[in-house]
């Protein structure tokens, strides 16, 4: 059978975004629009006790007298935060005790996405906590984590459950003064995932928290707060997925943590949200503010896979505080079409021999743009401290944009910060010599890409990596030019 | 009688508007080996460019048939899988990407034209072993990424090894000699001499007549202009070392 052109090119849109789908489940949405009475209303929704909304209502006063930050290399047209619903709830929720009462809608869902429960379950050893439109609705494993007494929760639960916790450390690293989106996300936020893992216990399995928006109208605003107390460790894990819708949706998140004295963090994210079809309609605005501080000899490390979003504007940071801490900053980001990123890292030494990497590499294609934004700030107490960094851009068309902004505030004359940057085109050679040998085009540019990123793929815990991989690939399709 | 494996008739193709080959003609058997030799600029490079399908290059007129069937408007990759085999005069690096996850993708991209399973990992675990042996390959190139940092004589080797791998019906060696040293250049010449078959056929594309003292040809042709002035057997090459190539692109000694 043959194609027509039209039934070609309907099949290949439809291909370019494999988790475009819409779940048909019942859901509770607030009223569009934001003021106190819509705050107080989620606050309700959620049983929070009393600090918890006045938190919440200070950081809305606060925003409102902040305006939109326009420095980054991005432009859209900016979203009315009047015609936003700030909370979107499947509405069957209540205490789920087994999977068997989890909506059986949701769960399809999930193996949509690839991560049935059930079988994770059985197999891979990660514990996973699943956040649809704000709301965590299944968090698997949690019986063998709290034996070591590590607590993996919504954020809401924590609230309730673990008010000292939440109250001694959110905010901390993000105060909810920090910038115009932490501030609407501190105001408004839904749900979001809490890890706590308590002194010298090294959490045995991969946490891992999936994100999807679903309903239409809908903004996602979701907070997470990891605080690994002394001695401990913890790998994370975050995936991210939503519809393809004509919108745009505002995706506003906050994620904060937190490493005490030699507790390592390694905290991982795929981000696949819609990023808009090939003529840029629609998409996610991906605006969120990650930041760790890192104690004595503490290390947090920070490794991303972005190819999804409309547009991304988004800077893993660490705060290197205590002496001998570590931070690094491994990234992969990919634009096709429209997409539009300015993403980068922030590595700030406070304390004295502190260390940090940064490794990004870029990847433009179709008629993107593709940033990369980074601070290095040496402070004056920081004496001997490093920095590595290195900024690679991949260029797969001519009419795609790679640009990179450093900058270097050194305040100690006995810091080392080295930067590194190269800006190449894929190369022409290089497909024809591997379809030479039989590998088709797509494939071939698959391949180079991959080993193109792999220094930052291979710091992905295995499950991942093999994900990350085929996003690439399909992020990537017909992108040549 | 042999088998016919491949006809090239009347060939003529263009670089940026610019004539390269202008009516070539070579008919190559199965089990055959033919030298291709020439001075710079006669378009020995551009005849395996065009016969591995490299889109610079526009065909303008005749054809080339390989196992029966018309390529010259082929893509690369069907050509690759149909038992084409280009050694590359530069071969050319990829970063990232080892020596040994690019051939699995390589055969099992060919699997799959051909409707197989993909090959499993110890067959193919055991497969390299035994090709590497055979072109000599060091065992950490394997795992190292195609050609990244890999010396002169290593990356011919390597094309060497690819070759065995793939195992080509059509394999052309452009100017696989050049920057070999002569132990180098024997361990390649050995390797190509291993694979040759009654199946296969190969094309050696050479400056130097040293190599053929290796790789024995069939035949020898000499290519100028974009054409084949002279055809003839192994005493041919030993000739031009002696002559040079002046006295052919005189019209009466043709």
């Known amino acids: ?481 | 009688m042999s088998e016919l494996l491949i006809e090239i008739k009347d060939l003529e193709c263009n670089i940026d508007n610019q004539k390269i080959l202008q009516g070539l003609n070579l008919k190559i058997n199965k089990g055959e080996v033919h030298a291709i030799m020439g001075p710079n600029g006669s378009g020995k490079s551009t005849l395996s460019s065009v016969l591995a399908g490299n889109d610079n290059y526009e065909v303008t007129n005749g054809s080339i048939n390989f196992l029966g069937e018309e390529i010259s408007e082929m893509s690369p990759e069907e050509r690759s899988w149909k038992g084409m085999f280009l050694a590359f005069q530069y071969p050319v690096e990829i970063p990232g990407v080892s020596n040994i996850n690019f051939l699995r993708t390589a055969l099992n991209e060919r699997n799959k034209y051909f409707g197989i399973d993909s090959i499993p990992a110890k067959d193919f675990l055991k497969m390299v072993a035994e090709k590497s042996e055979l072109v000599g390959l060091n065992n950490k190139l394997k795992n190292r990424s195609v050609n990244e940092g890999f010396s002169g004589g290593e990356k011919k080797r390597n094309e060497i090894f690819q070759m065995a791998m793939l195992d080509p019906k059509l394999s052309i060696l452009d100017e696989t000699d050049s920057g070999l040293d002569i132990d180098a250049l024997k361990i390649v010449a050995n390797g190509v001499n291993k694979l040759k078959s009654s199946e296969n056929a190969t094309v050696v594309i050479t400056h130097y007549q040293r190599l053929l003292d290796y790789i024995v040809p069939d035949f020898v042709h000499v290519l100028h202009e974009g054409k084949i002035i002279k055809s003839g057997d192994k005493s041919l090459a030993l000739e031009l070392e002696k002559k040079g190539y002046d006295w052919l692109k005189n019209d009466e000694n043709i």
């Not at chain 1, 399809?108 to 956040?131: C, H, P, W």
């Not at chain 1, 959490?203 to 109208?217: A, K, V």
């Not at chain 1, 030494?349 to 990847?363: A, Q, R, Y």
Request: proline share 3%; with cysteine; glycine share 6%.
């Open chain 1, 1 to 481: 059978m043959s194609y027509t052109e039209k039934e070609l090119k309907e099949e290949l849109n439809n291909k370019s975004y494999e988790f475009g789908f819409v779940t048909d489940i019942e859901s509770e949405k607030a009223p569009i629009g934001l003021n106190e009475d819509i705050i107080k209303l989620i606050s309700s929704k959620k049983n929070e006790p009393q600090w918890m909304l006045a938190y919440r209502l200070e950081a809305f006063r606060v925003w409102q007298k902040m305006s939109e930050p326009n420095w980054a290399h991005v432009k859209y047209t900016k979203p009315d935060f009047q015609n936003i619903s700030y909370y979107a709830a499947p509405k069957k929720k209540k205490e789920l005790k087994s999977l068997d009462e989890v909506d059986p809608e949701l769960l399809r869902t999930m193996e949509k996405l690839g991560i049935s429960i059930e079988e994770q379950k059985k197999l891979s050893g990660v514990a996973v906590d699943f956040v649809m439109d704000s709301v965590s609705v299944a968090t698997s494993f949690k019986e063998k984590l709290s034996e070591l007494g590590i607590i993996f929760c919504s954020f809401s639960e924590a609230v309730n459950n673990h008010p000292d916790l939440v109250k001694k450390y959110m905010g901390t690293v993000v105060p909810h003064t920090d910038n115009y989106y932490s501030a609407l996300n501190s105001a408004v936020f839904s749900d979001g995932s809490f890890c706590y893992i308590p002194k010298g216990v090294r959490c045995p399995m991969e946490l891992s928290t999936y994100f999807r928006i679903n309903e239409s109208g809908t903004g996602q605003f979701e907070r997470t707060l990891l605080i690994a107390d002394e001695s401990s460790y913890v790998s994370y894990l975050e995936g991210c997925t939503a519809p393809q819708r004509d919108e745009n949706q505002l995706h506003a998140a906050v994620v904060e943590l937190i490493a005490l004295d030699k507790a390592e963090i390694k905290y991982s994210t795929v981000q696949n949200w819609y990023p808009g079809d090939a003529k840029g309609k629609g998409g996610v605005y991906n605006f969120v503010t990650k930041r760790g501080i890192c104690g004595y000899r503490s290390k947090i490390s920070w490794t991303q896979v972005e190819t999804g979003s409309a547009v991304t504007w988004k800077y893993p940071s660490c705060i290197l505080k205590g002496d001998h801490s570590i931070g690094e900053f491994y990234s992969v980001a990919v634009t096709n079409n429209f997409q539009q990123a300015d993403t980068g890292t922030k590595m700030i030494h406070i304390g004295k021999n502190t260390k940090s990497t940064i490794i990004s590499k870029g990847i433009s294609a179709g008629k993107s743009q593709n940033s990369y934004r980074g601070l290095v700030k040496i402070g004056k107490g920081a004496k001997n401290s490093r920095n590595f960094s290195q900024c690679d851009s991949l260029l797969m068309t001519d009419q795609c944009g790679a640009h990179t902004f450093p900058y270097i505030e050194c305040e100690n004359p006995t810091a080392t910060v080295e930067h590194e940057a190269t800006t190449s085109k894929i190369g022409e050679d290089q497909l024809f010599y591997c379809m030479q040998r039989g590998i088709s085009e797509e494939k071939a540019i698959s391949l180079i890409v991959n080993g193109y990123a792999k220094e930052v793929l291979n710091k992905l815990p295995m499950e991942f990596a093999v994900e990350a991989q085929k996003l690439l690939e399909i992020s990537l399709e017909g992108s040549v030019g």
